[in-house]
């Protein structure tokens, strides 16, 4: 069985999830890489062994088989081509690269074709827009998505460990009637819900809601399905929730239905038990893999309407984990290897 | 010029709004009666005078003009009557009567004149349904609202005091590294989500959403209008946020045109300065008057849809500053006395 060479690049709050998930993963694995660009020598533990982590440089990506970038946007892009060049599979977890037509946008569950088609580089999609996508790709596959209204109620974590920090000590702070501070965001995030996520763009919307407009027509394939989001911060440090609204274009069947076809739906568990006050919840889904939805109700206000909760982990199923869902797919398929566009 | 006796029944969150939001008003009161079912004899500080709770009994109405309630559904469906057979008006914050198509449900700068046709009680809408109304009735007499879709983030202070200890002290067991414990809400609402505000209904949606549905229609007096609700309680004190998204019949003018007529309504203020990361947020409008509305924009998904963020202190618009507005409203027009139905 072939082993891999994984490069992590990036010791953040995604990267170091990258590493605990491909501990945990089937992937085998016969050396890691992580690499920074600052901060070197600092001992990383994988699957019994310490490797240290090496600045980036150039050669490094030589014999990496594939490489997962979680260290933003603009290391991606001075970095990337420089390991695709080294001959590594780039699976990139930043913005850089993700509505370039040329490159596959990838969640395994919803659109694992297109990760075939790479040309050395596939983007993992935007936190947000990946639960949302699981949890709607079965539906869209029987009824026909033609409309979706999304609020998002999302960790900081995406924000990385500064904002992580940042929340804990607003918090403390709170409690012992201080002055509360901030810096990694533009207002108080402690007790506090902050309608901005990323910068704001001419339309009034920002670019996080953009993105899961743009980003799910992309990864389900189909250009007619809209998008109005609204993005929201709230203290929360793991699991983003959104609440969904979907109108179909056929006619959807019962709410049992529903809930039976999301229970069979890969990666898609189902927690809906209102009369026991269950439904998917930040604090529970933490750490955990897969899309959780409840809160499963048909919308009286139009014909084919229906509403639902979405959580999921923003650093797994958001990040970290579909990241090395792709490289095991990858490794299952036998597609490392760059598309040559026979 | 009248001075009126005004009683105001429970002393808790929401009562002790209504008291010092009665202090504030320019209601002429002679006398306040602050009445409670337990703890009497706490002294209750109003303008410059200090009154003692009294314990409602038989008679405590006889000579009080307005009575401003605020002790749960049960005491209003209890007591109610009984003001009103001894004389008083009741302003009635609790939702016992709120879809009695004989009760007015009142938000005075949207439909003032259902006041007049009160019988000696009128009902104070839902939190999250008056901030909502507020910020829609002026596009709605232009363009005629369809339909909403609005997702909430509402703060625990609607729950009342338990509620603000209760995540005061997980916060403070998170900080502490401790056992977080939950009794009010049934799941931790520290660094969580819970889409569960009141009972859930055979329908699938909770008590709060459908209140949401049945009370924008009554307030605004069209049954067409259409609204599908998630109501999420976050772990925010003071002020619900909502994510709005609206379709309206008609066309809508420019995004600046909308800020306009909005920045031009009563008990509207505008706060939507992108540019400059300005736009409603709770920690900013807690303790404040009116109702904040921001992040106005497009949507580009159907034809005549716009978004828009609506925030308001909860306890003061949503609950207290609401109901003194109402008895300010009778006081003004002189429509305390009950109206015979002519």
Known sequence: MKEYRIAVVGMGAVGREMVATLEKSSLPVSELLPLVRRNEGEPISFRGRTYKTVKVNKGV???????????????????????????????DNSNAFRMDPEI?????????????????????????????????????????????????????????????????????????????????????IAFNALPHIDVFLDNGYS??????????????????????????RIPVVRCHSEAVNIETEKPMPSVEEIKKILAEAPGVTVIDDVANDAYPLAADC????????????????????????????????????NAVQIAELLAEKNWVSKDTGC
Chains 1, 2 share one sequence.
Not at 86 to 91: D, L, Q, T, W
Not at 133 to 141: E, F, S
């Open 104 to 188: 596959p946008l990838v969640v395994p569950e919803v659109n694992p074709l297109d990760a075939k088609k790479h040309k050395g580089l596939i983007a993992n999609p935007n936190c947000s827009t990946i639960q949302m996508v699981v949890a709607l790709k079965p539906l869209h596959d029987l009824y026909k998505i033609k409309r979706i209204v999304v609020s998002t109620y999302q960790a900081v974590s995406g924000t990385g460990y500064k904002a992580i920090d940042e929340l804990n000590e607003q918090v403390s702070a709170y409690i012992a009637q201080e002055e509360i501070k901030n810096s990694v965001y533009p207002h108080q």
């Open 286 to 321: 933490q750490y955990k893999y897969g899309v959780f939805v409840g809160r499963i109700r048909k919308d009286y206000s139009i014909p084919n309407g229906l509403n639902m909760w979405v959580v999921a982990d923003n650093l797994l199923k958001g990040a970290a984990l």
């Open 61 to 91: 990506f030589k014999g990496v088989d594939i490489a997962l970038f979680s260290a933003g946007e603009q290391a991606s892009k001075e970095l990337a081509p420089m390991a695709i060049e080294e001959g590594a599979v780039v699976i």
């Open 207 to 232: 670019k996080e809601e953009m993105k899961m407009h743009h980003e799910t027509r992309k990864i389900i394939g189909d250009e007619s399905i809209q998008v109005s989001a609204t993005a929201v």
